[in-house]
Nanobody, 119 residues
Framework: QVQLAESGGGLVQPGGSLRLSCAVS????????MGWYRQAPGKQRELVAE???????NYADSVKGRFTISKDNSKNTLDLQMNSLKPEDTAVYYC?????????????WGQGTQVTVSS
């Protein structure tokens, strides 16, 4: 069973920065896609950013130009650099990995890390 563990959340003032990291228990070279999602209280979980096996990123419009997703295949980690944070970025952030094998899709999730943007 693939395990994902997020770290790096916390409390930050508006305009500040945080870097989230997701450690994966197995080689992420096998993963077809990896991403960061978030869920604010009373809202549905939404995609923040994703990166495919070729390293091509995709961002939600709300974070374009402020967030950067990256992965390190040698360390089996997925990071999310968040700059110019806004109160509306407050949410629990989840790491996700997708593995497609023999036509079957396997989704793996971390336990989440809280990000709070407040003065």
């Amino acid at each position: 069973q693939v395990q994902l563990a997020e770290s790096g959340g916390g409390l930050v003032q508006p305009g500040g920065s945080l870097r989230l990291s997701c450690a994966v228990s197995e080689s992420i070279r096998n993963m077809n896609n990896m991403g960061w999602y978030r869920q604010a209280p009373g809202k549905q979980r939404e995609l923040v950013a994703e990166i495919n096996s070729s390293g091509n990123p995709n961002y939600a419009d709300s974070v374009k130009g402020r967030f950067t997703i990256s992965k390190d295949n040698s360390k089996n980690t997925l990071d999310l650099q968040m700059n110019s944070l806004k109160p509306e970025d407050t949410a629990v952030y989840y790491c996700n990995a997708i593995w497609i094998f023999l036509g079957r899709r396997f989704d793996y999730w971390g336990q989440g890390t809280q990000v709070t943007v407040s003065s």
